[in-house]
């Protein structure tokens, strides 16, 4: 069976894919991922990819919006993204748009039997009806999917009636991201556990514990692109009194701009965040889904700062602040006290390791397999 798995070019929505994709190789199915701008991160993995989008820049995409479509930037601004975030179809539109030529084309070409698409891909739902093959959904964060395929392809619908698309297809299944005690909305499918993804080199050993507790630092790899690295310094500014070690993983951004650091924080490249956390206390981060996530398979708190200038990022810490297994801030508000809470609250430590182990009893992508592809026969 030929599998093919979409993600629009963003590492947070690629990365939920891999296991599964990783799983249908495993038992002798031929896969292939769709995607863009970050496809080297998909073949590091392992994975054979096809960038669907050669040149693509989600910063470009996304700052050619308001220009496009002004009433966006009133409409939406730095809004919270809502659970059910239907609203922000026009915004997906826009992400989505650039994606679907060659993914038809690639369809056209390939032919698979079953497509396997993140939340927030569209077009991954446009390839299956071209194919006239079942979906599948990852879900990301809590969200819920609503009307929100529906409405991004009426924002489309040139496109879908060049590939004579005249309906969406409904999923013929969704995994759920989140484990069942932090959705705070009903399940739209299956849950499954969390592995974490992604591959890169650890240098000459695993990353080693130190002598005293550490806590990772990361916003992620769109928000310092975006926005900046002020947040970083508002962190490190607050870590400098902390008696712990701060590493702060900065991808391949430049640390140029924070300047001389305290003697208690470093930071570092592009590394699989996973094997870094699992010798921390704690993660101080921007509230990406994947980075939630990874704290959780890590059984460690976290602390979510969530910058006004994103608001896509909220509805993650409020599951982890009222599951109990994190806090949250916004920049302004970060400061010493919140950090040496991170290192020192217990309750949240308990949270944490309970979290843990309920995901980790969840099926593995692996297990799920058969299901998924008994959808596709």
């Known amino acids: 069976m030929r599998v093919l798995f979409a993600s629009v070019p963003a590492v947070g929505h690629l990365f939920p894919l891999v296991p599964f994709a990783w799983a249908f190789r495993a038992v002798g199915h031929e896969v292939l991922v769709a995607s863009a701008e970050h496809t080297g991160r998909a073949a590091d993995c392992g994975l054979q990819v096809v960038d669907v989008a050669p040149g693509y820049?989600?910063?470009?995409?996304?700052?050619?919006?308001?220009?496009?479509?002004?009433?966006?930037?009133?409409?939406?601004?730095?809004?919270?993204?809502?659970?059910?975030?239907?609203?922000?179809?026009?915004?997906?539109?826009?992400?989505?748009?650039?994606?679907?030529d060659r993914t038809m084309d690639l369809v056209d070409d390939w032919r698979p039997d079953l497509v396997v698409y993140e939340q927030v891909a569209t077009y991954g739902l446009l390839a299956a009806a071209r194919a006239g093959v079942p979906a599948i959904q990852r879900n990301l964060g809590v969200y819920t999917s609503g009307r929100m395929h529906q409405e991004t392809a009426g924002h489309l619908a040139d496109v879908c009636a060049r590939y004579g698309i005249s309906d969406l297809p409904t999923p013929a299944g969704v995994l759920e991201f989140m484990p069942p005690s932090m959705l705070p909305r009903e399940p739209e499918g299956w849950f499954t556990r969390y592995v974490p993804p992604g591959g890169g080199l650890l240098g000459d050993r695993l990353p080693e514990r130190p002598d005293r507790p550490r806590i990772v630092v990361t916003m992620g790899t769109n928000a310092p692109r975006f926005y900046g690295l002020g947040t970083v310094a508002k962190v490190i500014a607050a870590a400098s009194t902390v008696d712990a070690e701060f590493v702060?993983?900065?991808?391949?951004?430049?640390?140029?701009?924070?300047?001389?650091?305290?003697?208690?924080?470093?930071?570092?490249?592009?590394?699989?965040?996973?094997?870094?956390?699992?010798?921390?206390?704690?993660?101080?981060?921007?509230?990406?889904?994947?980075?939630?996530?990874?704290?959780?398979?890590?059984?460690?708190?976290?602390?979510?700062?969530?910058?006004?200038?994103?608001?896509?990022?909220?509805?993650?810490?409020?599951?982890?602040?009222?599951?109990?297994?994190?806090?949250?801030?916004?920049?302004?508000?970060?400061?010493?006290?919140?950090?040496?809470?991170?290192?020192?609250?217990?309750?949240?430590r308990r949270a944490s390791a309970e979290v843990r182990d309920e995901m980790a009893a969840l099926p593995s992508p692996a297990q799920l397999v058969p299901r998924l592809a008994a959808l596709a026969s």
Do not use: Y
Request: aromatic fraction near 2%.
């Open 57 to 100: 820049s989600a910063l470009a995409v996304l700052q050619q919006l308001p220009q496009d479509h002004p009433e966006l930037l009133e409409s939406f601004g730095n809004q919270t993204l809502p659970v059910d975030p239907t609203p922000w179809a026009p915004v997906f539109a826009a992400i989505n748009r650039p994606l679907v």
């Open 248 to 348: 702060v993983a900065l991808g391949d951004v430049d640390p140029a701009p924070l300047g001389e650091l305290p003697s208690n924080v470093r930071t570092v490249g592009w590394m699989p965040l996973a094997a870094l956390l699992r010798t921390a206390v704690g993660v101080v981060h921007h509230g990406g889904g994947g980075t939630a996530m990874a704290a959780i398979d890590a059984g460690i708190p976290q602390l979510i700062v969530l910058d006004p200038m994103d608001g896509t990022q909220q509805t993650t810490g409020d599951a982890v602040r009222e599951r109990g297994i994190g806090l949250t801030t916004t920049p302004d508000e970060i400061d010493a006290t919140l950090l040496k809470q991170l290192l020192t609250d217990d309750a949240m």
